[in-house]
Nanobody
Framework: QVQLVESGGGLVQPGGSLRLSCIAT????????IAWFRQAPGKEREGVSC????????YYSDSVKGRFTISRDNAKNTVYLQMNNLNPEDTAFYYC??????????????????????RGQGTQVTVSS
């Protein structure tokens, strides 16, 4: 079955860290660009980060740049989102999405961009003291 499964969310105090995992089953993740999105209640969906399938370029939103790191482990068919120095504004539902397009990452954050081929069910991240 072709799917993406996220894990690693939870409750963390401000200043803390979490690592989200996006595990692919039924397909080889290395061939796909992977993006992380988040959505908080009452807010628009936000593109958080993307890793390219052409040259492994990485992209980050301004709100997480310098705090979040996206990476791949092809042996585990997994993409990670390491989140450091979390703050309450990072509280949201996070999900990953995969696209086979080499043009996916540039512009991934736009709602009018190429839709992903696959998206996961997501995981909740709550930052609170």
């Amino acid at each position: 079955q072709v799917q993406l499964v996220e894990s690693g969310g939870g409750l963390v105090q401000p200043g803390g860290s979490l690592r989200l995992s996006c595990i692919a089953t039924g397909f080889i993740l290395d061939y796909y660009a992977i993006a992380w999105f988040r959505q908080a209640p009452g807010k628009e969906r936000e593109g958080v980060s993307c890793i390219s399938n052409s040259d492994e370029s990485t992209y980050y939103s301004d709100s997480v740049k310098g705090r979040f790191t996206i990476s791949r482990d092809n042996a585990k068919n997994t993409v990670y989102l390491q989140m450091n120095n979390l703050n309450p504004e990072d509280t949201a539902f996070y999900y990953c999405a995969a696209s086979g397009s080499y043009s996916y990452c540039p512009g991934y954050e736009s709602p009018s961009h190429i839709p992903p081929d696959i998206r996961g069910q997501g995981t909740q991240v709550t930052v609170s003291s």
